[in-house]
């Protein structure tokens, strides 16, 4: 077998890719935008969260964030310098419907149009979120993802994007990483609205899967038949510390909160009996209700997978005990109904997030996913490192254990694939430095840096590789030109 640092070096490990693999890279709205009062855009509950004392490292906020919102065209056409076959990026929801009337604002909806329409004239296809966790301020103040009614906006909200963008978007997703919205967000509190209600994360979790269903049914309604409309998850690949019980029914309980209350929803149209026996002491699941799993299952075309590190996870902690997840310092945890789980750190080199680097990880969650949706095209939509990367004297970012990273999984998906996996394409998280959200600037994730300061974009030693393994693909099968209808 190939070891990562054969990978690391190969120079053809581009051209091992199967014709028509997509090359992309990924962002989000509130992480790198700014300009969050122009253009009719209203808070969004990141706005509220990122200026409360105390909520993000150093009271950093996204006002300014990479300032792309003013920079898209430069952004763009680094895109284009670097071969990118694709961009994922995000829609936030609050430019577009900015107020609880439902009015649209046609000045938020212009400002995608120009992004969209600058990416295909660069060549690159864009790949559109409609939701990456920054819910409009005025939808929290009706209750947020635990009010049943937000997932109707959300789905009003799809439509209206889709009308406008579809014409020349393919590249459909409704959530990016509903896990991280509800649990992150109402259980152990570290990502707004910054709740910690363990029954407020399972209804929000609830909502979040129906404003899926109910987005995928709206955007089929509007858009050309051949658009590919998809969910992106953060499929967990749990791992037990032992053969020991306790450990292992930590790993079941973990595996159901993290990857069946997501999969058996929206593949097969039903909860796991463990995990609404798990969990019963925290909710008795009335939320649910008739037809909301039907909508749920309604058929998607291809399945987003985010992966960074593994979860690793022994039982039998006593009350009180560390339980740090990787996830964010709370004296709450993620994990409704998991108080004695411990979650440990696999071996290995760690990131400057102190996530171990396990390519494996990627693989696991690849090929179950094959498993579990046999013929439903994967995509990894974000995959990446921090690291504490600076410039030398002369300018140049060299970030040898970022490129390192990113061939190591790319080997991972590429072994996949030969496993008969079907991922169809690979986005690195991110194309630029930014807001890392409770982390604020503190890490940095760009395979370009950006001065926060100045605004200035430098391409860092892993964005000249990455592009060169592009190039070395698409000189070969000359795939990814976006088509225009
Ligand atoms: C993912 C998020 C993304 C980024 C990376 C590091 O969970 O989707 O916005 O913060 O983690």
């Known amino acids: 077998m190939r070891t990562a640092t054969d990978d690391a070096t190969s120079p053809d490990l581009g051209a091992d890719f199967p014709p028509g693999f997509v090359w992309g890279a990924a962002t989000a709205a509130y992480q790198i935008e700014g300009a969050v009062a122009a253009d009719g855009r209203t808070p969004s509950i990141w706005d509220t969260f990122s200026h409360t004392p105390g909520r993000v490292h150093d009271g950093d906020t996204g006002d300014t964030a990479a300032d792309h919102y003013a920079r898209y065209r430069e952004d763009v056409a680094l895109m284009a310098g670097l071969g990118l076959g694709a961009y994922r990026f995000s829609v936030a929801w609050s430019r577009i419907v900015p107020a609880a009337d439902g009015r649209v604002e046609p000045r938020g909806l212009a400002f995608y149009d120009r992004l969209v329409d600058a990416?295909?004239?660069?060549?690159v296809a864009p790949?559109?979120?409609?939701?990456h966790w920054d819910l409009p301020q005025y939808l929290q103040d009706a209750g947020g993802w635990t009010n049943r009614d937000t997932a109707t906006r959300f789905a009003d909200y799809a439509r209206v994007v889709g009308e406008r963008l579809g014409d020349r978007v393919r590249l459909w997703t409704t959530l990016n990483e509903p896990w991280c919205?509800?649990?992150?967000?109402?259980?152990?509190?570290?990502?707004?609205?910054?709740?910690?209600?363990p029954a407020a994360a399972l209804t929000a979790h609830h909502h979040l899967l129906l404003a899926h269903g109910e987005a995928v049914a709206a955007l089929r309604a509007v858009l050309p038949a051949d658009?590919?409309?998809?969910?992106v998850l953060n499929p967990a690949a749990v791992r037990a510390a032992s053969a020991d019980p306790l450990d292992t029914d930590a790993a079941r309980r973990v595996d159901g909160l993290a990857n069946r209350i997501f999969l058996d929803p929206v593949l097969r149209g039903r909860y796991p009996e463990d995990v609404l026996r798990d969990t019963a002491s925290v909710t008795d699941w009335s939320f649910v209700r008739d037809g909301d799993l039907a909508a749920i299952s309604r058929p998607i075309d291809a399945m987003g997978v985010n992966y960074y590190t593994p979860t690793v996870v022994a039982g039998g902690a006593a009350?009180?005990?560390?339980?740090?997840?990787?996830?964010g310092a709370s004296?709450?945890?993620p994990w409704p109904a998991c108080e004695d789980v411990r979650f440990l750190h696999a071996p290995g080199p760690r990131t400057a997030m102190d996530w171990p680097v396990d390519p494996d990880g990627l693989y696991d969650v690849l090929m179950r996913l094959h498993a579990e949706a046999p013929g439903l095209p994967l995509m990894v939509t974000e995959n990446g490192a921090a690291y504490e990367d600076a410039?030398?004297?002369d300018g140049r970012v060299a970030d040898p254990r970022r490129q390192a990273y990113i061939a190591a999984h790319l080997a991972a998906v590429r072994r996949a694939i030969g496993a008969g996996a079907e991922v169809r394409g690979y986005f690195v998280w991110s194309l630029l430095d930014n807001f890392e959200w409770a982390y604020g600037y503190a890490k940095r994730f760009g395979i370009v840096r950006?001065?926060?300061?100045?605004?200035r974009r430098t391409l860092k030693d892993s964005a000249r590789w990455y592009a060169s393994v592009i190039a070395a693909h698409r000189g070969r099968d000359g795939i990814g030109e976006p088509q225009r209808d």
């Open 227 to 231: 658009r590919s409309v998809s969910l």
């Open 119 to 123: 990416l295909l004239d660069a060549g």
């Open 331 to 333: 004296a709450f945890s």
């Open 181 to 197: 919205a509800a649990f992150l967000g109402h259980a152990s509190g570290v990502h707004a609205p910054g709740v910690t209600d």
């Open 391 to 393: 410039p030398d004297p």
């Open 319 to 327: 009350p009180g005990e560390a339980r740090n997840d990787g996830h």
């Open 127 to 131: 790949a559109l979120t409609l939701y």
């Open 450 to 455: 950006v001065d926060f300061a100045s605004g």
